[in-house]
């Protein structure tokens, strides 16, 4: 990762000689940079490698920093918690759906249905270019041009559609965002979010991005990394943390999402997946809709994976890196009352740790009820926490 002192003023300096863009500017500069240790192909500057928390704001923070955006509370790039929590950082969803065969439930732990990434794209203040077509030849060569002005290019598929995954699989059926890093051999370097890098063929990319008409061939990419203030971050900061704790708290609706359905997220969210859990009566209630043993299989699976991956959340549904945001943005003028929530969310995050590890897959039909009262008795405990933290947040 560049991270040389003033190279941003540099490339400032060189587009105003230049007439360059900052991307072409910076570009060129990167060449006369001493070579880092690198795979073929990869673009200049960008960190590969790094386990991710939170895929998304992962995939960005690496992006961004090969854009050369940076924190300008630091001069350094922005780190993944900053960047998650401008997001949204943290939330809570549930869901059931029943199937002929299967009863799935999903779990999300980060902030959710509002515009993640847009979020943190509109409160970092990178300048970033969008692009869709439905001709794949032309989504080639948009991808193609961006690659070749030394910009990392984030591009949504269908999972189960890549190559290394070559899944039909429902838990891969969803749309995700890769980012392709480069080329090399007449294949795209793309990453996932995971250790390692992956090839693919144009064929095979473009075979995952146009697989549901809704994402084809979609694309974007840092043109600008922009010019936010201390002032602007801190900003952002509380207007970021005001639209977690409202959303948590229930005083902001979730986005998007029909009233009749409000009571699945945020701490609302928590009670009635608490209720269902307990409901011995109804056929709502979890025993009940889990009484089949390939139903409970598939769906404590599920739960099991929705906690535990990075997609919708992340470890210790994401409120350690919460923490993280919160401390670091505490630093900034004024803002050092979010010490209090970071450590509530740090404690919190402990025990959401401790729900994931007790889903237990392997329970026997027979179990079950006994099995699920054992989650709500955790979750009623999470829920004082996660509202005493909310409310610390909201100030």
Known sequence: MVQHK??????RERMQKTGESYTT????????????????????????????????????QRVLAQAGVENPATGTPFTEAVLSGLAGGIGFMVFTFEYEQITTATIVTRFHPGPYVGNLLNRCGAVVEEKSTTSTNAAQ??????????????????QGALPWYHSDAPEHSDSVDVVVAG????????DDGG???????????????????????????VVDPGETTVDQLRQSVLEAVAETAGVLLGTVPPAVVPARVAKNFGLA???????????????KGWPAMFADEQRLRFGLERIKECLAGTVWG???????????????????????????????YAAVGERWQ????AVDPQCPAEERTAHFAALADRMEDMQAAEEAAAKSLSG
């Open 314 to 344: 992340g470890p210790a549904a994401l409120r350690p890196l919460y923490a993280r945001f919160l401390t670091e943005a505490a630093a900034l003028e004024g803002l050092d009352r979010l010490l209090q929530p970071a450590q509530q």
């Open 269 to 283: 969210g928590m009670q009635t997946w608490t209720a269902r859990l307990r409901d011995t009566r109804t056929k």
């Open 354 to 357: 401790q729900l994931a590890d």
């Open 25 to 60: 500017g910076r570009l060129q500069l990167l060449k006369d940079l001493p070579a880092e240790p690198s795979l073929p192909g990869l673009l200049p500057g960008y960190p590969a490698g790094a386990p991710l928390v939170q895929r998304d704001a992962g995939l960005w």
């Open 6 to 11: 003033h190279f941003k003023s540099r490339v």
């Open 141 to 158: 060569d948009n991808l193609d041009a961006a690659l070749e002005a030394g910009r990392a290019v984030v591009v949504r598929v269908t």
């Open 195 to 221: 250790r390692q890098l992956h090839g693919a063929t144009a064929a095979e990319l473009a075979g995952a991005r146009g697989k549901r008409k809704k994402d084809k061939h979609w694309q974007a990419s």
């Open 183 to 190: 080329k090399a051999n007449g294949e795209y370097l793309i």
